[in-house]
């Protein structure tokens, strides 16, 4: 099956289960100011939870856009090392609001998974974690749906504080909150990892397909936690995720979808070899840079469209390693329309803009991506130890635009690391000098940057949303 097909089975089955469907909210959190990016179905749903808003419908199915790439989910650093990490992917998801609780929910998602007439997986390949205590759930899928009992994991138990673990979701410090139930396929022994629960769970072969969460409690200020009178439903399963499983590869980065993005920017990029990290990147990058681009997002130097600055300069930077020189990056826009447009007609709508902003990008950071590399090797062909001082990524952020993750990646591929705290003393001097100069009246800081160089104004935390950039 290929994504789309699944993307619209899902639809149909829950729709037949009497769920309306919703579409995807945009990138940019509508109606919630302390989030960078749109990274769960749920988020569009979030005062339906509350009991703050109430829709025609109690029963909710979605494919949602997902940006995880700063913030409290953060899977940039995963992107070209894993198997199943995106910075953009979307979210399949049913909800319930105060309607139908575990039973009903356990019951969907395994018969849409396994039912011969919807995803037909096999059984034993598939395994469930539940949270610690919670009773009820394992007793569904033990007794109910009939998992064998060792497929069926309790997390949460030995981590200390309760409620404290993976396991157990919330959405705040305080507010609506409760166990967790995943699900996840086992992509056999060839591949490196360890159940759920284990020691080795961060490997690749088990991967996490579909995570339940029922929102069960209130959680008050005080810590105490108080049944919710009409207790909720909350899914995700990653299309992605499910596709790769259905089509029997292992990696994300092989399925239908994928395949094409990545042909496209071997070709454009002009090299041959596949299966590369950073022509995975690349293909990684260019959706959620024109999701986000689509949604309204621009680069800048602060807030979201740092995020995106960062996220097309690292696909540059990857692009240059395959040997591209020059902007070459916004060319996948038109491969991504082709591929996403039918479920996303923006990427369409939208091409000339979302090529336009990546193009204008990457022809300024060409400018000096090629210079701050020549830098940075001649540093560390001096370099002693295995940490880059704190003025080499300074100096290439600060004259040449190489955003910190940007150089921590290049670091991470050589086995080396960062002086952070340096960096920081660095980043302090320079806003010192800012304010004793504009003090003056005058902003010699501006005055002194150079035409295409730097028109960065800081790596910093956003003052207003307190996220780190
Ligand atoms: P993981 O533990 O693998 O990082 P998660 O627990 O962080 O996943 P959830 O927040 O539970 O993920 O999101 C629900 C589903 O969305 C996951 O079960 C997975 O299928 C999918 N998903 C999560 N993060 C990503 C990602 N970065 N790229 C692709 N799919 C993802
Ligand atoms: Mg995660
Ligand atoms: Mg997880
Ligand atoms: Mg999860």
């Known amino acids: 099956m290929k994504s789309a097909q699944i993307r619209e089975a899902f639809f149909r089955f829950f729709e037949q289960n009497g769920h309306t469907q919703v579409a995807s909210s945009s990138l940019i959190p509508a109606n919630d100011p302390t989030l960078l990016f749109t990274n769960a179905g749920m988020n569009q749903f979030k005062d339906c939870f509350l009991g703050l808003e109430k829709r025609a419908y109690q029963r909710a199915v979605s494919s949602q856009k997902c940006v995880r790439a700063g913030g409290k989910h953060n899977d940039l650093e995963n992107v070209g090392y894993t198997a199943r990490h995106h910075t953009f992917f979307e979210m399949l998801g049913n909800f319930s609001f105060g309607d139908y609780f575990k039973r009903d929910a356990i019951h969907f998602a395994w018969t849409f998974l396994t039912s011969p007439d919807w995803l037909a997986l096999p059984k034993d390949k598939l395994w469930i974690t539940v949270y610690a205590n919670d009773d009820e759930a394992y007793a569904i899928w033990a007794d109910e749906i009939g998992v064998p009992k060792e497929r069926i994991i309790r997390i949460g138990d030995n981590k200390g504080a309760p409620y404290a673990s993976d396991n157990f979701w919330t959405m705040g410090d305080t507010g609506p909150c409760g166990p967790c139930s995943e699900i996840f396929y086992d992509h056999g022994a060839e591949v490196a990892g360890g159940p759920p629960g284990s020691a080795e769970e961060d490997g690749d072969r088990y991967i996490e397909i579909w995570n339940l969460v029922f929102m069960q409690f209130n959680r008050s200020a005080d810590g105490s936690m108080d049944p919710l009178p009409a207790p909720s439903v909350?899914?995700?399963?990653?299309?992605?995720?499910?596709?790769?499983?259905?089509?029997?590869?292992?990696?994300?980065?092989?399925?239908?979808?994928?395949?094409?993005?990545?042909?496209?920017?071997?070709?454009?990029?002009?090299?041959?070899?596949?299966?590369?990290?950073?022509?995975?990147?690349?293909?990684?990058?260019?959706?959620?840079?024109?999701?986000?681009?689509?949604?309204?997002?621009?680069?800048?130097?602060?807030?979201?469209?740092?995020?995106?600055?960062?996220?097309?300069?690292?696909?540059?930077?990857?692009?240059?390693?395959?040997?591209?020189?020059?902007?070459?990056?916004?060319?996948?826009?038109?491969?991504?329309?082709?591929?996403?447009?039918?479920?996303?007609?923006?990427?369409?709508?939208?091409?000339?803009?979302?090529?336009?902003?990546?193009?204008?990008?990457?022809?300024?950071?060409?400018?000096?991506?090629?210079?701050?590399?020549?830098?940075?090797?001649?540093?560390?062909?001096?370099?002693?130890?295995?940490?880059?001082?704190?003025?080499?990524?300074?100096?290439?952020?600060?004259?040449?635009?190489?955003?910190?993750?940007?150089?921590?990646?290049?670091?991470?591929?050589?086995?080396?690391?960062?002086?952070?705290?340096?960096?920081?003393?660095?980043?302090?001097?320079?806003?010192?000098?800012?304010?004793?100069?504009?003090?003056?009246?005058?902003?010699?800081?501006?005055?002194?940057?150079?035409?295409?160089?730097?028109?960065f104004l800081g790596y910093q935390q956003n003052a207003a949303s307190g996220q780190v950039i």
């Open 234 to 455: 909350d899914t995700g399963m990653g299309l992605e995720r499910i596709s790769a499983v259905l089509q029997r590869v292992h990696s994300n980065y092989e399925i239908d979808l994928f395949q094409s993005l990545l042909n496209a920017a071997a070709k454009v990029i002009g090299c041959t070899q596949q299966g590369q990290a950073s022509l995975k990147v690349v293909a990684d990058h260019i959706r959620s840079c024109s999701f986000l681009i689509a949604d309204g997002v621009l680069p800048s130097n602060e807030g979201r469209g740092y995020v995106l600055r960062r996220i097309i300069r690292r696909a540059c930077r990857h692009g240059h390693k395959l040997g591209a020189r020059g902007a070459f990056f916004y060319q996948l826009a038109f491969a991504l329309a082709k591929e996403m447009g039918a479920a996303y007609p923006q990427l369409i709508d939208q091409q000339a803009h979302i090529e336009r902003v990546l193009q204008a990008e990457e022809e300024q950071f060409s400018k000096t991506l090629e210079q701050g590399l020549k830098i940075l090797e001649q540093d560390l062909a001096d370099l002693k130890g295995t940490e880059i001082p704190g003025e080499t990524v300074f100096k290439l952020y600060d004259t040449y635009g190489f955003p910190y993750d940007l150089t921590a990646d290049i670091a991470r591929e050589r086995g080396l690391t960062l002086d952070e705290a340096g960096f920081e003393r660095e980043m302090d001097a320079q806003r010192e000098r800012a304010r004793a100069a504009s003090s003056f009246g005058v902003d010699y800081t501006r005055l002194l940057k150079v035409e295409g160089t730097t028109d």
